[in-house]
């Protein structure tokens, strides 16, 4: 059987800290879905340094782009003129926001990497199949296209190596990648289109379909099933406001009940990774 | 009758020229059915018309009328597309599942399936561990595991070595046997001949006389050495996919690297090439030790074709592709030519056929004149007259000081271009 996490128990706990991050405005808990999403990703088999790094300049670019996009807040730090496409005056307040912002894009980039890495993929590609049953395309698409991506990025890396071209982390090598881009994105799309074909070749969506008995989920499987319901419940509180934060006109002072929030999504997060996470670094 | 085509045209989505025209077709329960002829002359889109795939996944119209009574199946060319999932006997028992075989019953079923193409030993292993020929040998699996009504086979032994390909050919005759009608697309009539009760030739026959392309070089006629791998050890787990392997190729000579399916052939050209380093061992590349050199850096001396070349091509057109490292424009004209894809110079490489996208590869290889080419399974889905042209290419490359190297499960290919043959 395929290496990995079942991936009910896999969902159960990132979706719900997907979902804190987007609910959430208070610092305090973006900051512990950062520190939950960064565990889970390092105790998966996901690239980490590849997600941390598009997760950081993505970050870094929402940061930084705010204050200038944003005209709001009391505490002047520079005081630039306004134009009509971009704010020229920086506040502390639009600073706040887009570390914030920054965060949470952050935390959500890293949550897609660890499911990724986590969970079962051919278990994951199964229940795909189940949400779609006579879409080849879209359970071949929705489940393998990530994958995909990251072999055919391996692939035409090295074909680009074979032709001379650097592909590490200098900036050519950058460079390189920006080049690399266009045929990547096509070649992921092109071996999602065979994947389709290949699987309606095989009978996809032909009659109803039987599924290979999967191993029982395993003792911390089960245990990570209760930490989800517990984000879920986290997550159910935060959508309903339970940690509320105001950025605009001034900063407002995290409360007690965001901390506590923040506290128990940072320590509900370790452990739901350490459960999951099969192979530790 | 289980299947027929009748009076089908059809012309791919992308296509300038007809596929198929005018073509008709039939084969009957246990019968098998050879598909020969040159590349490009339809018997991949007659596979794909009769199980349904065109125009559905390749755009395109298609007149005529198509029938296919009872259950089909089919492997394609390139199995890599054929997997579904990651894992071996899982990926063996999806056809199953689309068929609605029990639960309980799959896994036995997907286990017998692999038993039966001699692949018991994948099983708990991944596609993505798996070497060109041991993925084939998966697919099969997978399409056999069903046993459909009518089984369409592309290049089913394009990348199996002899003793793999005859136990297969053998099987396919039993369950044809048995009552299952099987079309076989396949550029090695010398494989499935004895076992077809018909062969169907397409287009015009290029195969040409079976001659030897030169006399038998005399031993030790070598100049100097040009690449060399010693000693080099790769592991997988408690795998040893190389022990201790020593091969040296010298300027003037054309060398053979033949051995089973997951020998280790495809591992030893990428610790040549630059994209892996050896656990221990040394390479050396005219001269200068490159065991820690990447790929980029021995780049133009050396050039690697890999197994699936089609899926490496970067650019928007046929002739940027060939010029991407900087060859000059005669270089790129003169290997356009050499491999016969001139006349595709304009065309986006992505809507070229598995067989053009290979020879646009091997093109890409040949315009920036590396002194030692390195080429994995190069005649895949080649006809007999473009082997034995890439055969004459690689022997005019060879007398002009260059070194090859070539792993190759064609052995008829093989003894026509080497000088030698180092097995694995």
Same mark, same amino acid.
């Given at each position: 059987?395929?290496?990995?996490?079942?991936?009910? =128990?896999?969902?159960?706990?990132?979706? =719900?800290?997907?979902?804190?991050?987007?609910?959430?405005?208070?610092? &305090?808990?973006?900051?512990?879905?950062?520190?939950?999403?960064?565990?889970?990703?390092?105790?998966?088999?996901?690239?980490?340094?590849?997600?941390?790094?598009?997760?950081?300049?993505?970050?870094?670019?929402?940061?930084?782009?705010?204050?200038?996009?944003?005209?709001?807040?009391?505490?002047?730090?520079?005081?630039?003129?306004?134009?009509?496409?971009?704010?020229?005056?920086?506040?502390?307040?639009?600073?706040?926001?887009?570390?914030?912002?920054?965060?949470?894009?952050?935390?959500?980039?890293?949550?897609?990497?660890?499911?990724?890495? &986590?969970?079962?993929?051919?278990?994951?590609?199964?229940?795909?199949?189940?949400?779609?049953?006579?879409?080849?395309?879209?359970?071949?698409?929705?489940?393998?296209?990530?994958?995909?991506?990251?072999?055919?990025?391996?692939?035409?890396?090295?074909?680009?190596?074979?032709?001379?071209?650097?592909?590490?982390?200098?900036?050519?090598?950058?460079?390189?990648?920006?080049? &690399?881009?266009?045929?990547?994105?096509?070649?992921?799309?092109?071996?999602?289109?065979?994947?389709?074909?290949?699987?309606?070749?095989?009978?996809?969506?032909?009659?109803?379909?039987?599924?290979?008995?999967?191993?029982?989920?395993?003792?911390?499987?089960?245990?990570?099933?209760?930490?989800?319901?517990?984000?879920?419940?986290?997550?159910?509180?935060?959508?309903?406001?339970?940690? =509320?934060?105001?950025?605009?006109?001034?900063?407002?002072?995290?409360?007690?009940?965001?901390?506590?929030?923040?506290?128990?999504?940072?320590? &509900?997060?370790?452990?739901?990774?350490?459960?999951?996470?099969?192979?530790?670094? | 009758? !289980?299947?027929?085509?009748?009076?089908?045209?059809?012309?791919?989505?992308?296509?300038?020229?007809?596929?198929?025209?005018?073509?008709?077709?039939?084969?009957?329960?246990?019968?098998?059915?050879?598909?020969?002829?040159?590349?490009?002359?339809?018997?991949?889109?007659?596979?794909?018309?009769?199980?349904?795939?065109?125009?559905?996944?390749?755009?395109?119209?298609?007149?005529?009328?198509?029938?296919?009574?009872?259950?089909?199946?089919?492997?394609?060319?390139?199995?890599?597309?054929?997997?579904?999932?990651?894992?071996?006997?899982?990926?063996?028992?999806?056809?199953?599942?689309?068929?609605?075989?029990?639960?309980?019953?799959?896994?036995?079923?997907?286990?017998?399936?692999?038993?039966?193409?001699?692949?018991?030993?994948?099983?708990?292993?991944?596609?993505?561990?798996?070497?060109?020929?041991?993925?084939?040998?998966?697919?099969?699996?997978?399409?056999?595991?069903?046993?459909?009504?009518?089984?369409?086979?592309?290049?089913?032994?394009?990348?199996?070595?002899?003793?793999?390909?005859?136990?297969?050919?053998?099987?396919?005759?039993?369950?044809?046997?048995?009552?299952?009608?099987?079309?076989?697309?396949?550029?090695?009539?010398?494989?499935?001949?004895? !076992?077809?009760?018909?062969?169907?030739?397409?287009?015009?026959?290029?195969?040409?006389?079976?001659?030897?392309? +030169?006399?038998?070089?005399?031993?030790?006629?070598?100049?100097?050495?040009?690449?060399?791998?010693?000693?080099?050890?790769?592991?997988?787990?408690?795998?040893?996919?190389?022990?201790?392997?020593? !091969?040296?190729?010298?300027?003037?000579?054309?060398?053979?690297?033949?051995?089973?399916?997951?020998?280790?052939?495809?591992?030893?050209?990428?610790?040549?090439?630059?994209?892996?380093?050896?656990?221990?061992?040394?390479?050396?590349?005219?001269?200068?030790?490159?065991?820690?050199?990447?790929?980029?850096?021995?780049?133009?001396?050396?050039?690697?074709?890999?197994?699936?070349?089609?899926?490496?091509?970067?650019?928007?057109?046929?002739?940027?592709?060939?010029?991407?490292?900087?060859?000059?424009?005669?270089?790129?004209?003169?290997?356009?030519?050499?491999?016969?894809?001139?006349?595709?110079?304009? +065309?986006?490489?992505?809507?070229?056929?598995?067989?053009?996208?290979?020879?646009?590869?091997?093109?890409?290889?040949?315009?920036?004149?590396?002194?030692?080419?390195?080429?994995?399974?190069?005649?895949?889905?080649?006809?007999?007259?473009?082997?034995? +042209?890439?055969?004459?290419?690689?022997?005019?490359?060879?007398?002009?000081?260059?070194?090859?190297?070539?792993?190759?499960?064609?052995?008829?290919?093989?003894?026509?271009?080497?000088?030698?043959?180092?097995?694995?």
């Amino acid at each position: 059987m395929s290496e990995g996490a079942a991936p009910l =128990p896999t969902v159960l706990v990132v979706a =719900p800290l997907a979902t804190i991050s987007f609910a959430s405005d208070d610092p &305090l808990v973006l900051a512990a879905t950062l520190l939950a999403a960064a565990v889970l990703l390092a105790r998966s088999r996901a690239p980490w340094r590849l997600f941390a790094g598009v997760a950081g300049m993505t970050a870094l670019g929402v940061a930084l782009l705010n204050p200038f996009v944003a005209s709001e807040g009391d505490l002047i730090l520079v005081n630039g003129p306004h134009t009509v496409l971009i704010d020229l005056q920086v506040t502390v307040e639009e600073l706040a926001y887009g570390a914030a912002a920054g965060v949470r894009v952050a935390a959500v980039t890293l949550i897609c990497g660890a499911f990724l890495g &986590l969970v079962d993929r051919d278990r994951a590609l199964a229940g795909a199949a189940r949400l779609a049953p006579r879409s080849a395309m879209a359970a071949a698409l929705g489940a393998r296209m990530l994958p995909l991506l990251r072999r055919d990025a391996t692939t035409i890396g090295e074909a680009a190596r074979l032709r001379g071209l650097a592909t590490g982390t200098s900036r050519a090598a950058l460079r390189t990648w920006g080049r &690399l881009l266009v045929p990547l994105t096509a070649s992921a799309l092109e071996r999602g289109l065979d994947r389709a074909e290949a699987m309606t070749a095989r009978g996809y969506a032909t009659t109803r379909p039987t599924r290979l008995p999967e191993r029982a989920l395993t003792g911390a499987e089960r245990a990570s099933i209760g930490v989800g319901l517990v984000l879920a419940f986290l997550a159910v509180l935060t959508v309903a406001g339970a940690a =509320p934060f105001r950025y605009y006109p001034t900063l407002a002072t995290p409360t007690i009940t965001g901390a506590a929030v923040a506290l128990a999504t940072a320590a &509900l997060g370790v452990v739901g990774a350490t459960l999951l996470g099969g192979r530790p670094r | 009758m !289980i299947a027929a085509l009748d009076h089908v045209t059809y012309r791919y989505g992308a296509g300038t020229t007809d596929a198929l025209v005018d073509c008709s077709f039939a084969v009957r329960a246990g019968e098998v059915v050879v598909l020969a002829g040159p590349s490009g002359t339809g018997k991949t889109t007659i596979l794909r018309a009769l199980a349904g795939l065109v125009p559905h996944y390749h755009g395109g119209r298609l007149r005529g009328r198509v029938t296919a009574n009872g259950s089909v199946a089919i492997a394609f060319q390139d199995p890599e597309a054929q997997g579904v999932y990651r894992d071996v006997v899982r990926d063996v028992a999806f056809g199953l599942e689309c068929r609605g075989v029990p639960g309980p019953e799959l896994w036995p079923a997907a286990l017998a399936a692999l038993a039966r193409v001699g692949a018991s030993h994948l099983a708990g292993r991944t596609l993505d561990s798996l070497s060109g020929g041991e993925l084939q040998l998966a697919a099969l699996a997978g399409v056999l595991a069903p046993t459909p009504e009518l089984l369409l086979l592309d290049e089913p032994t394009a990348q199996l070595d002899d003793g793999a390909a005859a136990a297969l050919v053998a099987h396919l005759r039993a369950i044809a046997d048995d009552g299952t009608a099987i079309v076989i697309a396949e550029h090695r009539l010398d494989r499935v001949q004895h !076992i077809a009760d018909r062969v169907v030739q397409l287009g015009e026959h290029l195969g040409g006389s079976d001659a030897p392309l +030169r006399s038998p070089r005399s031993p030790g006629a070598v100049g100097a050495e040009l690449l060399a791998g010693r000693d080099l050890l790769v592991t997988r787990g408690a795998r040893r996919v190389l022990d201790a392997q020593t !091969i040296v190729v010298h300027a003037g000579e054309v060398v053979a690297l033949r051995g089973a399916n997951g020998a280790g052939k495809s591992t030893l050209l990428r610790l040549l090439a630059g994209l892996d380093r050896p656990e221990v061992g040394s390479v050396t590349l005219l001269g200068e030790d490159v065991t820690a050199v990447a790929a980029e850096l021995r780049h133009p001396r050396l050039a690697l074709v890999p197994q699936d070349p089609g899926r490496h091509l970067l650019c928007e057109s046929v002739t940027d592709e060939v010029a991407f490292a900087g060859s000059p424009a005669a270089a790129v004209a003169r290997s356009l030519d050499a491999m016969d894809v001139a006349h595709l110079a304009d +065309r986006h490489p992505r809507d070229l056929s598995a067989g053009e996208r290979e020879r646009v590869a091997l093109a890409v290889a040949l315009a920036v004149d590396p002194a030692v080419l390195l080429l994995d399974e190069p005649t895949r889905g080649m006809d007999s007259g473009r082997r034995r +042209r890439l055969a004459a290419l690689l022997r005019e490359r060879a007398s002009s000081g260059r070194g090859v190297l070539v792993a190759t499960h064609d052995g008829a290919f093989g003894a026509d271009v080497a000088d030698r043959e180092v097995r694995l």
